[in-house]
């Protein structure tokens, strides 16, 4: 028995006790940061560069609903663009996800955006059903590790669920594709009303790298009110808790 609790202690706490604010390691890819004194130059060379065209030709800023956080602009010009390991990127607009140079300021959800009803009836508790529309499991397998031992989100009453039936709302990764566009709308007029939409992922928020495709039918996302984007490709457990904790006022 001592042995065993022994174990026990040795382990420490298998669970992230604070998710606000969890360290994570300063080369993950989060919130980017672009000089203020960024050149045209470098906007071109940085805009060539980048392969989803995230980066605005205009002015050198980067849309993370765009973005595969590849790195490659900041490798390229360090000067110019870097990321910091800021997690918190979810927005409840798609045009905040836009970052412009000389913006430092963490990203916050527009409170604003957010519908009266989504925190009155769920704040206490979110079901989700969630719905791979063409996505490569990369970001379904965060969404999944969102409810483990970890970083268990169900302590929130967040859970996802196996049924639109029992959901109060649909998370979307992937790109949606052709094959996937009816099911999702069937799934989506499933989940009784009212009802709340989150697209994760950069496929799901721009189509990503298969943006254009004609094996994409983005429809349903073209028509619907997003309630929440949350940034990354995949992305984080930590970007998606945040971003939902926040949308529901927690
Ligand atoms: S990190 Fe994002 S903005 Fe930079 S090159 Fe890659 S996809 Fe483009």
Do not use: W
Not at 82 to 105: E, K, S, W
Not at 231 to 236: I, R, T, V
Request: with cysteine; glycine share 8%.
């Amino acid at each position: 028995m001592l042995k065993e609790i022994k174990i026990l202690a040795g382990h420490g706490k298998q669970f992230v006790p604070d998710l606000r604010n969890q360290p994570v390691s300063a080369r993950f890819r989060g919130r980017p940061v672009i000089a203020s004194a960024i050149t045209a130059e470098d906007i071109e060379r940085a805009a060539a560069i980048c392969p989803v065209s995230a980066i605005d030709r205009r002015n050198g800023a980067i849309d993370l609903g765009r973005c595969t956080f590849c790195n490659e602009c900041a490798l390229a010009l360090p000067e110019a663009y870097r990321f910091t390991n800021d997690y918190r990127i979810a927005a409840t607009r798609r045009g905040d996800l836009v970052i412009r140079p000389g913006q430092t300021d963490p990203l916050r959800i527009d409170e604003t955006a957010v519908r009266p009803e989504v925190r009155k009836l769920f704040k206490r508790s979110l079901k989700l059903r969630q719905v791979s529309a063409g996505g490569d499991n990369s970001c379904e397998m965060e969404l999944a590790a969102s409810g483990n031992v970890n970083f268990d989100v169900g302590r929130y009453g967040i859970e996802f669920v196996a049924s639109p039936r029992h959901a109060d709302g649909i998370v979307i990764t992937g790109p949606v594709t052709e094959n996937m566009a009816e099911a999702l709308q069937i799934c989506y007029d499933a989940i009784p009303t009212p009802k709340v939409i989150i697209v994760a992922g950069t496929d799901a928020i721009s189509g990503g790298i298969f943006d254009g495709s004609p094996a994409l039918n983005r429809r349903f996302i073209e028509t619907h009110t997003v309630d929440l984007y949350v940034p990354g490709n995949p992305a984080h457990p930590l970007t998606f808790i945040n971003g939902v904790m926040d949308m529901l006022g927690l």
